[in-house]
């Protein structure tokens, strides 16, 4: 059966991983227009793929170089890429920013947590095998600094933290995490 082929690019694994990076695209879509509540089903839809294609991947022997690859660019997308769009287009529609050095300097950090989050993901593809599971993370996995984020936009949206610059320095130590030595155990 092909779905079950681990060299078949469209294995079952794969297809899912294929649903994950659509579910950060759409979410991604959904933010540009404001639609924030949509755009949250669609970034936990992403998390969802995300834990299901590793389990299908490692439960019928699916694993391949080709699908650690192609899980770590859904990975940028829907736990880099969208999260900080989320954020970013969050704090500009309410109007948090006070003047544009604010709103540069949350660019800037933005651009950084990318940045950190590629690193993070190029160096833990060089450092694994297909189909290895570890017992802990170095460093704070994409999905849970993708997690982070949201949590404060949520505490941005409750109002909890309404100064910027917390929440910027906030984003800073998400982004330092994710290449730090902190360990996170693999679940």
């Given at each position: 059966?092909?779905?079950?082929?681990?060299?078949?690019?469209?294995?079952?694994?794969?297809?899912?991983?294929f649903a994950n990076i659509a579910?950060?695209?759409?979410?991604?879509?959904?933010?540009?227009?404001?639609?924030?509540?949509?755009?949250?089903?669609?970034?936990?839809?992403?998390?969802?793929?995300?834990?299901?294609?590793?389990?299908?991947?490692r439960k019928y022997n699916l694993?391949?170089?080709?699908?650690?690859?192609?899980?770590?660019?859904?990975?940028?997308?829907?736990?880099?890429?969208?999260?900080?769009?989320?954020?970013?287009?969050?704090?500009?529609?309410?109007?948090?920013?006070?003047?544009?050095?604010?709103?540069?300097?949350?660019?800037?950090?933005?651009?950084?947590?990318?940045?950190?989050?590629?690193?993070?993901?190029?160096?833990?593809?060089?450092?694994?095998?297909?189909?290895?599971?570890?017992?802990?993370?170095?460093?704070?996995?994409?999905?849970?600094?993708?997690?982070?984020?949201?949590?404060?936009?949520?505490?941005?949206?409750?109002?909890?933290?309404?100064?910027?610059?917390?929440?910027?320095?906030?984003?800073?130590?998400?982004?330092?995490?994710?290449?730090?030595?902190?360990?996170?155990?693999?679940?």
């Amino acid at each position: 059966m092909r779905l079950l082929n681990p060299n078949n690019h469209f294995n079952i694994a794969n297809l899912i991983t294929f649903a994950n990076i659509a579910s950060g695209m759409i979410a991604i879509y959904l933010v540009t227009n404001k639609e924030f509540a949509i755009a949250t089903i669609f970034a936990w839809l992403a998390g969802l793929f995300d834990i299901a294609d590793g389990k299908v991947a490692r439960k019928y022997n699916l694993s391949t170089e080709f699908g650690v690859q192609l899980d770590s660019f859904a990975d940028f997308l829907s736990f880099v890429v969208m999260p900080t769009f989320f954020l970013f287009y969050a704090l500009d529609f309410g109007n948090s920013f006070d003047n544009d050095f604010e709103k540069l300097t949350i660019g800037i950090l933005m651009i950084w947590y990318v940045i950190s989050g590629l690193r993070r993901l190029v160096s833990f593809n060089l450092a694994s095998d297909a189909g290895e599971v570890t017992k802990y993370f170095t460093g704070v996995p994409t999905p849970l600094g993708a997690i982070l984020l949201w949590v404060l936009y949520l505490l941005y949206s409750y109002e909890a933290i309404t100064n910027i610059v917390i929440i910027g320095f906030l984003i800073l130590a998400v982004s330092l995490s994710l290449n730090s030595k902190i360990k996170i155990p693999h679940l």
